[in-house]
């Protein structure tokens, strides 16, 4: 079945370092990858997504790279701050089922003043 | 526009018991998921609705059923609970309209549900 696996389980930088976070998916079908922040106690919320026919899309500090040919996507985050803190879920699904979001694990970001 | 919203926010049920849940989409949206958010599994898709129907399902047993109003509020039903159905359980709503529009899925504040 469809699967997304993410890697790391939980990361610390420091202030001002980048923070990359990976995930590879399952189903080739997929051809949306939403990225989601989850801070301490609130909802998730959309950060910035990327689809198929791109290969990388950038938003100020995030960027998001997707490789379709090896499934793998990653997120990209610099100049980090204290308010990055937060969990990071990458998510895969396509265009025909887009509301059946299979998300990753979960990345848990700290970041050390 | 108001948010998503969930009814309760927090509730506490014995085993055995059944639990309903309740989600208003935002003005507009016609398509509800359901999501099971536990520490060890994070975050789990469990169906979604649109324009009354369930759309897509994802790996929960039976004991899980939801449906949608014509107005696209969501309720989601967990009968004979057990204590692993602990979890927060949040819906989200999308536009979901097809190849070219939008998925962007926003999400509601959760139920938190325990089960002693």
């Known amino acids: 079945g469809e699967n997304v696996e993410q890697h790391p389980s939980t990361l610390s930088v420091q202030e001002g370092d980048s923070a990359v976070i990976k995930c590879t998916y399952s189903?080739?079908?997929?051809?949306?990858f939403p990225w989601y922040k989850q801070e301490l106690g609130k909802r998730p919320q959309l950060i910035i997504d990327i689809r198929s026919n791109v290969g990388e899309k950038k938003d100020q500090r995030i960027a998001v790279t997707l490789n379709k040919t090896a499934k793998h996507f990653s997120l990209h985050i610099t100049e980090t701050q204290p308010e990055d803190s937060a969990v990071y879920f990458c998510?895969?699904?396509?265009?025909?089922?887009?509301?059946?979001?299979?998300f990753g694990s979960g990345t848990r970001l700290s970041i050390r003043p | 526009k108001a948010g998503v919203t969930q009814t309760p926010r927090y509730l506490i049920k014995t085993r055995g018991q059944q639990v309903t849940l309740s989600c208003s989409p935002i003005s507009g949206h016609r398509s509800v998921s359901w999501y099971q958010q536990t520490p060890g599994q994070g975050l789990q898709f469990l169906f979604e609705y649109f324009s009354e129907t369930q759309r897509n399902k994802g790996n929960f047993p039976g004991r899980f059923s939801g449906r949608q109003f014509s107005n696209s509020r969501s309720e989601m039903n967990v009968s004979t609970l057990e204590l692993g159905d602990s979890a927060l359980y949040l819906c989200a709503s999308s536009l979901a309209v097809g190849t070219g529009g939008s998925y962007e899925q926003y999400f509601g504040p959760g139920t938190r549900l325990t089960v002693t």
């Open positions: 998510a895969a699904t396509s265009y025909s089922s887009a509301s059946k979001i299979i």
């Open positions: 189903d080739s079908a997929s051809n949306y």
